[in-house]
Nanobody, 123 residues
């Protein structure tokens, strides 16, 4: 079992950049597929990106493709999401999650979750 804690959120202007981190503790981080989701008020949790346990395979939602980059450092037990070209519509709470399933894009397929970090993009 792993525990996940997100950090790095904040207030940025449209067009700006931000780097989110997800620190893991416990055992087995390097064996999990990892993902980032986000949720805005009144909206359902939205899949953003996933990365395989080794970091060799990544997949992005169309809404963030070309703007966000997911990566991981298994030695540091940390997951990252680099946000660039940010838009006001990117404003949401961003969550990291861990899954033992391959190709998971639904929240129901992820076993462990962090508490989230707020990203606010001003116009």
């Amino acid at each position: 079992q792993v525990q996940l804690v997100e950090s790095g959120g904040g207030l940025v202007q449209a067009g700006g950049s931000l780097r989110l981190s997800c620190a893991a503790s416990g055992r087995g981080f390097s064996t999990y597929n990892m993902a980032w989701f986000r949720q805005a008020p009144g909206k359902e949790r939205e899949f953003l990106a996933r990365i395989s346990w080794s970091g060799s395979t990544t997949y992005y939602a169309d809404s963030v493709k070309g703007r966000f980059t997911i990566s991981r450092d298994n030695a540091k037990k940390t997951l990252y999401l680099q946000l660039s070209s940010l838009k006001p519509d990117d404003t949401a709470v961003y969550f990291c999650a861990a899954s033992s399933s391959i190709g998971a894009v639904s929240p129901e397929e992820y076993r462990y979750w962090g508490q989230g970090t707020q990203v606010t993009v001003s116009s």
